[in-house]
């Protein structure tokens, strides 16, 4: 069975551009969450994502939005880039969410 | 607010001797806790969980504790070995808001 596949795995990116970062769940699995890693911060939970629909939200600015297809892959999307924003960025797939996450490796981003 | 938190950063264990790592929580609400194990370039993966109507679960050398009262959850892992290096997550779960909450991670060392 194929795991939780993100890509790109590592970017680097301007202040003020934006970012598209995407995530293919394990097959049969429709709950899909985001998480930011940071040094000192641990995981922090972006949203979770189930049948398509928003279910849940961190506190993070509007700058970070996200979305899910009809096929369960999910994709976030980060605008008007900040220095602050780089961070390893996780994407978990669940077949729902009970806490026993499958992640991906992370799609590592800088921003210069 | 930091919900969940791992105070030691980091743990040092001979193999062979026993590891804990300590995990606290302040949300009385959270009803199901997991461990995770993250190695570098990898995502997290689970190891352990616990429901909050039990006080102990076990699996090969890996036992988790969960003290309510007190608000506090444990993981021992025994014997140690240099595999077990890694960064452990400790997260909680409210099963009714389908929210999971990561502490900020303790990087255990064990050496030879």
């Known amino acids: 069975k194929a795991g939780v596949t993100q890509t790109p795995r590592y970017l680097i990116k301007t202040r003020g551009q934006q970012v598209t970062l995407s995530c293919s769940p394990i097959?049969?699995?429709?709950?899909v969450s985001w998480y930011q890693q940071t040094p000192g911060q641990g995981l922090q939970f972006l949203f979770e994502?189930?049948?398509?629909?928003?279910?849940n939200k961190g506190n993070f600015p509007g700058r970070f939005s996200g979305r899910q297809f009809s096929n369960s892959r999910s994709e976030m999307n980060v605008s008007t880039l900040e220095l602050g924003d780089s961070a390893l960025y996780l994407c978990?797939?669940?077949?729902?969410?009970?806490?026993?996450?499958?992640f991906g490796e992370g799609s590592r981003l800088t921003v210069l | 607010d930091q919900q969940v938190k791992q105070n030691s950063p980091s743990l040092s264990v001979q193999e062979g001797r026993i590891s804990i790592l300590n995990c606290d929580y302040t949300?009385?609400?959270?009803?199901?806790f997991l461990w995770y194990k993250k190695y570098p370039a990898e995502g997290p993966t689970f190891l352990i969980s616990?429901?909050?109507?039990?006080d102990k679960n076990e699996d090969g050398r890996f036992t988790v504790f969960l003290n309510k009262s007190a608000k506090h959850l444990s993981l021992h892992i025994v014997p140690s070995q240099p595999g077990d290096s890694a960064v452990y997550f400790c997260?909680?779960?409210?099963?009714?808001?389908?929210?999971?909450?990561f502490g900020t991670g303790t990087r255990l060392l064990v050496s030879p």
């Open positions: 978990a797939s669940s077949l729902a969410l009970t806490g026993e996450l499958f």
């Open positions: 097959s049969g699995h429709r709950s």
């Open positions: 994502y189930f049948s398509e629909t928003q279910r």
């Open positions: 949300n009385s609400m959270f009803d199901y």
């Open positions: 616990i429901s909050s109507i039990k």
């Open positions: 997260a909680a779960l409210n099963t009714g808001f389908q929210k999971l909450v």
